[in-house]
């Protein structure tokens, strides 16, 4: 029985690489998958077109993968998952141009004042791009996190690889520390 | 097509005889920029106090802005206008340059306030008080930003012990690295303003020394703001995720996540 549960939604765009990193995370976990409920559960998300892992911590403890589609008239699958994230992973492929107006309505769609969720960007498909090109596009996620009055990292990150995904994780833990301690009344 | 308008305060000084012709070569110069960039907007003054707009392709604008909010020649950028439109509203000037109290500045704004769906008040930007040369020494933190001045490293810890500051933006991995230390620290600031009580209450920060040279570092790649110019951020303060109500759940699962993530990196 999984007692202690919490959820991961990884958004972007085709071919950015949500399946590749939900299957690199699913791979390192430590423990047996309890078989029945995950595929039951996978096959209840898979059929609408989300994708599925999961990472067991503990025999009681597991950090539920969630890979949705960035398009914004996917956004009945978004609300699917949208409730008490653990984080929110936006999956944006570099070479292809930034596509701020796909970027911008996922961010808008996930926080909102009344809802905190921690926000990581991860760029994939970048292990050849020049220190210039990456820069550039940093600029423009910037910009646009900038305007959502949102301050989030913004990392290189490989699906494929496993450290890549084990930083991954170990910044989302960083930022639900952080507010967890942020108090709402806190007086400046 | 992409329209974005932000405010910010000039760091030239104005009883400098310079200061008209400063302005001159910043609007020249992006005249000529903006148009290889089809990019067109008009730039307010008001004494130091600035409001641009600009529209044209997104990710052009993104570019532009991006560098122009570091541009060491002003402070205080803050975004107030972000939006869509059909067409452009001024697509005649690559930069026009407009004068503060004129009626042509009012045509202007109320320009802008028609096709665009902002929620800032304008009001500051048309009734900036007549510049004055004491504005910089009125704005604590007009000294950190002016590029003119060096703060001897004394007065800056004064700055950082005495004010509550946060982050403006991540710092790049093409920058930084993010080791634990950086990544901790930037999640803290990220979440509010903190002052230095706030961080070192949070038992994280055993090093007071690396702390101090941290905070240093993100102020030198001008990634904190103060709380007193933290105006944007007040209202979209995030408020802490309290749906969970087991926080002992959250931090439960917290340690099984460091303990799995060393685990995995120690049999690799
Ligand atoms: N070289 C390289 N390949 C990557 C990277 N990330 C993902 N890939 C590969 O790119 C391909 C597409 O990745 P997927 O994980 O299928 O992408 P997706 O986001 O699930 O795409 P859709 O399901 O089509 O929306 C796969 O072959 C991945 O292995 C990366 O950072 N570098
Ligand atoms: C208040 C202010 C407004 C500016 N507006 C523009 C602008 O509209 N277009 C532009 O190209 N640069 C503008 N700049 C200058 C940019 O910050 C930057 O210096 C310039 O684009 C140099 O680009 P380069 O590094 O490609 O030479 C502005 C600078 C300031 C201080
Ligand atoms: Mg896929």
């Keep these: ?188 | 097509m992409k329209r974005v308008g932000y405010t910010s305060k000039l760091n030239i000084d104005l009883s400098d005889t310079s200061y008209s012709s400063e302005i001159l070569k910043i609007v020249n110069n992006s005249r000529k920029k903006n148009k290889s960039l089809g990019i067109t907007g008009v730039i307010l003054f008001s004494g130091v106090t600035i409001f641009q707009f600009l529209e044209g392709n997104a990710e052009e604008i993104a570019k532009l802005i991006h560098k122009i909010s570091r541009d060491p020649r002003h402070r205080d950028f803050s975004i107030v206008l972000n939006c869509k439109g059909d067409e452009c509203l001024f697509p005649d000037w690559s930069m026009r340059l407009v004068s503060a109290g004129t009626a042509f500045q009012k045509e202007v704004i109320n320009k802008i306030h028609q096709h665009c769906d902002i929620t800032f008040d304008l009001t500051s930007t048309l009734t900036i008080k007549s510049p004055s040369h004491s504005d910089y020494s009125k704005n604590p933190t007009a000294e950190r930003a002016s590029p003119k001045k060096q703060i001897p490293p004394k007065n800056y810890q004064h700055t950082i012990k005495s004010s509550a500051f946060q982050l403006k933006a991540w710092p790049r991995s093409t920058q930084v690295e993010l080791t634990r230390d950086i990544t901790r620290l930037c999640s803290a600031l990220s979440t509010g303003p903190k002052t230095l009580d706030n961080l070192r209450a949070n038992a994280y920060f055993s090093n007071e020394a690396t702390l101090l040279k941290n905070i240093t570092l993100l102020d030198n790649l001008k990634l904190l703001t103060y709380a007193s110019q933290a105006i944007m951020n007040v209202h979209t303060k995030p408020i802490a995720n309290h749906q969970n109500k087991d926080e002992g759940m959250k931090s439960r699962f917290s340690q099984a996540l460091k303990r799995f993530v060393g685990s995995v990196k120690m049999n690799a």
């Excluded at chain 1, 994230?85 to 309505?105: C, D, P, Q, R, Y």
Aim: glycine letters at 8%; one cysteine or more; proline letters at 5%.
């Design chain 1, 1 to 188: 029985m999984i007692k202690n549960y919490q959820k991961l939604a990884i958004v972007g765009e085709v071919g950015s690489g949500k399946t590749q990193l939900i299957r690199t995370i699913s791979d390192i976990s430590p423990f047996e998958t309890d078989v029945q409920s995950s595929v039951d559960i996978g096959k209840e998300f898979t059929t609408v077109g989300i994708d599925y892992g999961r990472l067991m911590l503990d025999s009681d403890m597991a950090l539920g993968l969630y890979g949705l589609p960035g398009q914004k008239r996917y956004a009945f699958l978004w609300d699917m998952v949208n409730q008490g994230l653990w984080g929110l992973l936006i999956l944006v492929k570099h070479g292809t141009g930034f596509n701020a107006e796909m970027f911008e309505s996922i961010l808008g769609h996930f926080r909102s004042p009344q809802s905190y969720t921690p926000i990581l960007v991860g760029i994939s498909h970048c292990e050849q791009a020049t220190p210039q090109s990456l820069d550039a596009m940093i600029s423009a996620i910037e910009h646009s996190l900038c305007s959502h009055a949102i301050v989030a990292p913004i990392i290189p990150i490989d699906p494929r690889d496993i450290e890549s995904s084990l930083i991954l994780l170990e910044l989302f833990d960083s930022l639900n520390s952080a507010s967890q301690e942020a108090t709402p009344d806190e007086s400046v």
